[in-house]
């Protein structure tokens, strides 16, 4: 049985490297999988250490520290009504 003709040459040929470019790309491709690996694990272990925690004691604490004080330009307020608001 005759193989396909597009199994006998590939389409591209490449240049051959010089062994330093070789070992650069290497190094570029390792470190490229450890990082990746490095942040899967992270994400990981910052999953299921969210998991363990509940979802909020507390309903909104926003609300607590929610109230605003109008101003308005020309409007004077005097200092013992903006200590007091603070």
């Excluded at 010089?18 to 190094?27: I, N, Q, S, T, Y």
């Excluded at 470190?31 to 490095?38: D, E, K």
């Excluded at 363990?52 to 926003?62: G, H, I, K």
């Amino acid at each position: 049985m005759q193989r396909a003709s597009f199994f006998r040459q590939p389409r591209r040929q490449f240049p051959e490297m010089d062994p330093f470019r070789r070992r650069l790309v290497l190094a570029g491709l390792a470190a490229s999988a450890l990082l990746f690996l490095g942040g899967l694990v992270f994400v990981v272990t910052l999953w299921k250490a969210s998991r363990q925690f509940p979802e909020a004691p507390f309903p909104q604490p926003s609300r607590l520290y929610g109230a605003a004080t109008r101003l308005a330009p020309g409007v004077t307020l005097p200092a013992e009504d903006m200590v007091a608001e603070l």
